[in-house]
């Protein structure tokens, strides 16, 4: 979805090495979050964003940290990556009543 | 805290037949909206359809409608003459309407069906 743009695709990480994962909308919306798709488990939140400078925790923050500098802009990092955050991740926009925009998805492999 | 419920972990449907894909959930609020997101191999999450809880009318879009049972907390996804494309993984969804500024806006989400679409 044009609206939101997730870097990289795809990435391997070793257990302890840090990374960011990028999410850049386009569309001027304050609402921005992060979620974890894992198989099994749907897709749960980690941080959520509902302004520039304004974060907070969603239901599985533990290991992730986020900043909301400017409006387009909303980061994901993880500081010491672990085996279990090998997932897949999606940052997501709020569109008014019409639910989310999603990205196209991170598949992160911490080995 | 809101729950989502898809009891059905996977469904197969003949090529052109009907197919009902089963969710409900559990809130205490009165207002929310309800969805179902598509998700094929390509892993793009897409919104099929939407439902708003203060409408007793049921959404439909072109081939997909819903069931929604609001007293029975039931939100169930019908798709008419299946398609080889609506092959996928389908997530049922719930976001309260109203924002609180405490992470109500956050989406739940049931753990999927794994639509399977045999020619």
């Known amino acids: 979805n044009a609206g939101v743009t997730q870097t990289p695709k795809f990435h391997i990480l070793k257990t302890g090495q840090s990374m960011t994962l990028q999410c850049a909308q386009d569309?001027?919306?304050?609402?921005l979050s992060w979620y974890r798709q894992d198989p099994g488990m749907g897709l749960r939140r980690i941080h959520y964003?509902?302004?520039?400078?304004?974060?907070d925790k969603g239901e599985v923050p533990d290991g992730y940290n986020v900043s909301r500098s400017n409006t387009e802009d909303f980061p994901l990092r993880l500081e010491s990556a672990a085996p279990s955050q090998t997932s897949v991740y999606f940052c997501?926009?709020?569109?008014?009543?019409?639910?989310?925009?999603f990205g196209s998805g991170t598949r992160l492999t911490v080995v | 805290a809101q729950t989502v419920t898809q009891s059905q972990p996977e469904m197969s449907v003949q090529e052109a037949e009907t197919v009902t894909l089963s969710c409900t959930y559990d809130?205490?609020?009165?207002?929310?909206?309800l969805f179902w997101y598509k998700q094929p191999p390509s892993r793009q999450m897409i919104l099929v359809i939407r439902?708003?809880?203060?409408?007793?009318q049921n959404a439909t879009e072109n081939r997909f409608s819903v069931n929604f049972q609001k007293a029975a907390k039931s939100f169930s996804l019908k798709i008419s003459d299946s398609q080889l494309g609506d092959a996928a993984m389908y997530f049922c969804?719930?976001?309260?309407?109203?924002?609180?500024?405490?992470?109500?806006?956050?989406?739940?989400f049931g753990k999927g069906t794994h639509l399977i679409i045999q020619p």
């Open positions: 997501a926009a709020l569109t008014g009543n019409y639910g989310y925009t």
């Open positions: 569309m001027n919306h304050g609402y």
């Open positions: 964003s509902v302004a520039a400078g304004i974060t």
């Open positions: 809130t205490s609020e009165s207002d929310y909206y």
């Open positions: 439902q708003e809880a203060y409408k007793q």
């Open positions: 969804a719930y976001r309260p309407s109203s924002y609180s500024g405490g992470g109500a806006d956050g989406l739940t």
